[in-house]
């Protein structure tokens, strides 16, 4: 497993767990079904789904959003070509605020294809 991946995945287990042992945590705990059921294939396949949250994540410039999608496109067989389309998209409609996020997105990209 790639360096970055690990710190990502330990902190976010780490903090999810956390934030869940909460009992009065109803919001949340249905947010994260909700969004646990919004990315299941349906009429648009997973995997165009996890897309769409990268593009999305991008543009509102989310790093954690950003890591948490790169990592289920990765795990849905997402190339690196059709990841620098979605890139392309997200610069398009969020502009030059979002190359910064595009760095750091290759990078963690780039672990997760250097961790297979």
């Known amino acids: 497993m790639g360096e970055l991946l690990e710190q990502f995945n330990a902190y976010r287990q780490k903090m999810n767990d956390r934030l869940m ?58 190339t690196t070509a059709e990841l620098m389309e979605v890139f392309g998209i997200a610069n398009l409609v969020g502009g030059t605020i979002v190359i910064p996020h595009t760095r750091r997105a290759m990078e963690f990209w780039d672990d997760l294809a250097n961790s297979e």
Do not use: F
């Open 21 to 78: 042992s909460e009992e009065n945590n109803k919001v949340l705990k249905r947010i994260y079904g909700v969004d646990t059921i919004t990315y299941m294939d349906g009429a648009l396949d997973a995997r165009t789904k996890e897309m769409l949250g990268l593009v999305a994540s991008m543009v509102l410039r989310c790093d954690d959003c950003i890591r948490y999608h790169l990592v289920k496109c990765h795990e849905l067989g997402m």
